[in-house]
């Protein structure tokens, strides 16, 4: 397996314009996370999905955010609109049942 | 990818030597502990765990020790070796309903290895 795909790798965008993050989990992982990464916050869990369901979305920031996983196979990350303390790195992972969070390589996220 | 934050620990070591990185926990109701390292421009990748009611685990050059009187975890890496350079995060995990876990990430120290 390829691992957690996340795309694009680096994104840089103006404030005010929507900004959607992609992930693909490992085939057959039954959650998926969304992380956020920055130098002063560390790593914060945004929100979990459970077989394609959202769980926890307390962990995002304001209604500007907004996840969807459609299928098994893929989920967004979209902020609408963007401004700039949403620059960051955006972490997907996904796990089994009981197993450990797989992540991906991450998408670092520029507004200007 | 940028994962230092302006107050991150760092501990330096010569190559060879063994290293150990410590974590403090607040919540004593966490269900296990987990180590990640994370090499610049990559994502978080898993380590060791140890459940919280066990006090020790050993991996291939790596051992986690968890002292709940004090919620303190601590990772040790025998024989640092150049490869082992990047952030380690200790992350409490909570089992969620339906069997997945939900991560808090400590906020990490970056270890450095001399040659």
């Known amino acids: 397996d390829a691992g957690v795909i996340q795309s694009p790798r680096h994104e840089v965008t103006e404030m005010g314009q929507e900004v959607t993050l992609r992930c693909k989990p490992i085939s057959g992982h039954d959650y998926l996370f969304w992380y956020r990464q920055t130098m002063m916050r560390g790593l914060e869990l945004l929100i979990y999905?459970?077989?394609?369901?959202?769980?926890?979305d307390s962990g995002m920031p304001e209604d500007r955010f907004s996840a969807k996983m459609p299928n098994a196979s893929f989920s967004t990350l979209k902020i609408q609109p963007s401004e700039p303390r949403d620059s960051a790195v955006y972490f997907c992972?996904?796990?089994?049942?009981?197993?450990?969070?797989?992540f991906g390589q991450g998408t670092r996220l520029t507004v200007v | 990818g940028e994962n230092v934050g302006l107050h991150l620990p760092t501990l330096s070591v010569q190559e060879g030597d063994n290293s150990i990185i410590n974590c403090a926990y607040s919540n004593s109701a966490s269900d296990y502990f987990i180590w990640y390292k994370q090499e610049s421009g990559k994502g978080p990748q898993f380590i060791i765990d140890?459940?919280?009611?066990?006090d020790k685990r050993q991996g291939q050059r790596v051992t986690v020790l968890l002292n709940k009187t004090v919620k303190h975890l601590s990772l040790q890496i025998a024989a640092t070796q150049p490869g082992d350079s990047a952030v380690y995060f200790c992350a409490e995990t909570f089992i969620l309903t339906g069997g997945g876990n939900k991560l808090t990430f400590g906020t990490g120290t970056q270890l450095k290895v001399e040659l």
């Open positions: 140890i459940r919280s009611n066990m």
């Open positions: 992972a996904s796990s089994l049942t009981g197993g450990e969070a797989f």
């Open positions: 999905f459970n077989n394609n369901v959202p769980i926890d």
